[in-house]
């Protein structure tokens, strides 16, 4: 398996568009996690799913945003209505989960950075 | 809110020496703790995690964790050229610090 995959690498969108993002794990991780970075700050959280499950997702997270991963492999990040602040790097990572602390281990992909003109 | 805190930097050391970068938390309740390297314009990738108190060494790389003062540190030791990055510590999985640049002058 060569790790976490994205897809696309670069969207260009206008303002009000709505753009969708595709992430797929490492294969045998059913752990999955959304993070948005902008230039100069870390990884801000986003949401995370267990298998199928979301598990958790930021409260600063706008109704605009949503995420699905419906058979517990690959994740879709859909943002509606898109604005200018949404314009950053869009990472997802995955981990293989279990009980095992070595389980918590995330694996980031290349992201996808986003454009809203 | 869970908050991490690093020093932005940047921080330069010599080839050779010791570079030491900190993050403290503010959630007393957090377990797990990591630092991630990022080179300019790559993925975050993982260095080490910690979950004990005290200090995990990883060839170059210790980390040292103190509950108490909820503080984390990274040491480099013998820094090379390669290592320049910047350094992102994250706390309990999900909540990551701004990172601190670091640079190594040959």
């Known amino acids: 398996d060569t790790g976490v995959s994205q897809n696309p690498r670069h969207k260009i969108t206008k303002r009000g568009q709505n753009v969708t993002f595709r992430c797929d794990p490492i294969s045998e991780h059913n752990r999955l996690y959304w993070y948005r970075q902008t230039l100069g700050q870390g990884p801000e959280f986003l949401t995370y799913?267990?298998?199928?499950?979301?598990?958790?997702k930021s409260r600063l997270l706008s109704d605009r945003f949503s995420a699905e991963r419906p058979k517990g492999s690959f994740s879709t990040l859909e943002i509606q209505r898109t604005e200018q602040g949404d314009s950053a790097m869009y990472l997802c990572?995955?981990?293989?989960?279990?009980?095992?602390?070595?389980?918590?281990?995330?694996?980031f992909g290349p992201g996808t950075r986003l454009t809203v003109l | 809110q869970k908050e991490v805190e690093q020093n932005s930097g940047p921080l330069s050391v010599p080839e050779g020496a010791i570079a030491s970068l900190n993050c403290t938390y503010s959630d007393r309740g957090s377990q797990s703790f990591f630092w991630y390297r990022q080179y300019s314009g790559k993925s975050p990738e993982l260095i080490m995690f910690?979950?004990?108190?005290g200090d995990k060494e990883d060839g170059r790389f210790t980390a040292q964790l103190n509950k108490a003062s909820q503080y984390v540190s990274l040491l480099i030791r013998d820094s090379q050229p390669s290592d320049s990055a910047t350094y992102l510590c994250?706390?309990?999985?999900?909540?990551f610090g701004t990172g601190t640049s670091l640079t190594v002058i040959p």
């Open positions: 910690i979950y004990s108190n």
């Open positions: 990572a995955s981990s293989l989960g279990g009980s095992g602390r070595a389980g918590d281990t995330q694996y």
């Open positions: 994250a706390v309990s999985q999900f909540y």
């Open positions: 799913f267990q298998n199928e499950a979301q598990l958790e």
